[in-house]
């Protein structure tokens, strides 16, 4: 006569086939971590081996003679109207005496950038002395040299493939032989606007829009954002309106970016005749855009605060307004703050709604105010990656890199506001 199995039986027989289950559960969250892993492994490293190389540009040295009947005819200094570009062409021909014909001379000037002439220009601004001098100067090659000398383009595939010819890919050799060629840390990426040449574009423009209007951002959103969270959470009266107002705000956090850009432009621009493509306008849809995410972090962070202290400080006579300011805000504004900074790394990554109001126009200039024409950082990046010139594709990853760095050095900033200012109860 079989005897029934005790419970403790039971549990053992089972054992074995839980711990299979559970050892296959954890094998899955470690292959589904592994492949995350390398996934964002990959992308880096093909973002940083794809970038890397626009941090370093092409320079060609040319022997320049400042004639002052070119700069300065007459004896009066003329920088707007003095042919920097012709000296630059001189010197090239003296560079390649053996060039001759039109269409030669023309295929020699384009190995060197068209910013050459203004270096000239900034060299005699700045010291007039030198007019009438001999200088060794090292300017910027064209984006097709800059791309041939990083191993960009190959020059040993036909000509008619690649968009360098091969009399510049042998003047290119003979300056490289000859030690006129070298390649030095790209400044003007970080100190230039934006351009229709590769080897002169430059993120200043669009970095001084984005900061201009995430200072707009926090400075309207902050506040706001705290303050609507504090009286949903402390003082509103629990009834159907108040319910209402917490739904739309948590759908709010839902919708598209874009959607927000489009109540930019009918609000701001439409309607309030703002100016198009300003950082003003920028920051004011980015604060439409980031209110929802800071008023849920807010409202989180109250929501964390232990109901004992509000009872202590109640008991201790203290009002509704001195236990929330007193007491309650002190202890949720690390999470609040963090909310905030989490707001505004989305707003620094968003391009959808500034393209809505005109922030994509080609802006050269860095601007100078909130009310001055800009680009933000994303959308520089969405341009250059629509450019054809295979070196806008390089300066594409590059101003990525620099955007990530933006968002890693915020997401750090949140993290240490979080440690630092956390207390405990």
Same mark, same amino acid.
Request: glycine content about 8%; hydrophobic content about 50%.
């Given at each position: ?21 559970? +050892? ?18 990959? /992308? ?26 070119? !700069? ?11 042919? /920097? ?61 800059? +791309? ?36 030095? /840390? ?35 959103? /902050?506040?706001?954002?705290? =303050? ?20 739309? !705000? ?20 439409? &309607?309030? =005749? ?26 989180? =962070? ?6 004992? !202290? ?33 707001? +505004? ?28 024409? =800009? ?8 341009? &250059? ?14 101003? !990525? ?8 050095? +915020? ?15």
């Amino acid at each position: 006569m079989k005897t029934a199995k005790t419970t403790l039986e039971k549990v053992e027989a089972g054992l074995p086939r839980r711990r299979r289950k559970e +050892m296959a559960f954890r094998a899955i969250g470690v292959l589904a971590t592994a492949v995350g892993v390398l996934f964002l492994g990959v /992308f880096f490293a093909t973002l940083i081996a794809e970038g890397s190389s626009a941090f370093r540009q092409t320079f060609m040295q040319i022997e320049v003679e400042l004639r002052e009947d070119v !700069i300065a005819p007459g004896g009066e200094l003329d920088l707007v109207y003095a042919d /920097f570009d012709g000296l630059v062409r001189t010197a090239l021909r003296e560079q390649f005496p053996d060039v001759s014909g039109r269409s030669d001379r023309r295929q020699l000037y384009r190995i060197v950038s068209a910013g050459a002439g203004y270096q000239l220009r900034d060299m005699v601004e700045a010291d007039p002395d030198i007019i009438g001098s001999r200088q060794t100067v090292w300017v910027p090659a064209a984006s097709n040299v800059d +791309m041939l000398v990083k191993g960009n383009i190959d020059p040993d595939i036909d000509e008619s493939l690649r968009p360098i010819s091969d009399k510049q890919v042998a003047w290119v050799n003979t300056l490289r032989d000859a030690g006129k060629l070298e390649r030095r /840390f790209n400044k003007a990426l970080f100190t230039n606007g934006d351009s229709r040449e590769p080897e002169l574009a430059g993120i200043r423009g669009a970095v001084m829009g984005s900061a201009l209007m995430l200072v707009v951002t926090i400075v309207l959103s /902050f506040p706001i954002g705290a =303050a609507a969270a504090i009286y949903l959470e402390e003082f509103a009266p629990k009834s159907r309106w108040s319910d209402l107002i917490e739904v739309n !705000i948590n759908n709010l956090a839902a919708v598209p970016s874009i959607v927000f850009g489009l109540l930019g432009l009918a609000v701001f621009i439409n &309607w309030m =005749a703002l100016p198009r493509s300003a950082p003003l306008v920028g920051g004011l849809v980015l604060t439409l855009l980031t209110l929802p995410v800071i008023i849920i972090a807010s409202r989180a =962070a109250i929501q964390a605060v232990p109901p004992s !202290i509000r009872e202590a400080a109640l008991g201790l006579g203290a009002s509704e307004t001195q236990v929330v300011f007193h007491h309650v805000l002190p202890l949720a504004l690390p999470g609040m703050l963090t909310g905030t900074i989490i707001g +505004m790394s989305r707003a620094l990554g968003e391009s959808a709604p500034l393209l809505m109001i005109g922030m994509v126009a080609f802006i050269v200039d860095v601007p100078g105010g909130f009310a001055d024409p =800009a680009t933000a950082l994303p959308v520089q990046i969405y341009l &250059w990656a629509d450019s054809p010139e295979r070196a806008f594709a390089e300066r594409t990853s590059a101003a !990525i890199i620099v955007l990530l760095g933006f968002l890693l050095l +915020m997401n750090l900033a949140a993290v240490i506001v979080r440690k630092r200012m956390e207390r405990k109860w």
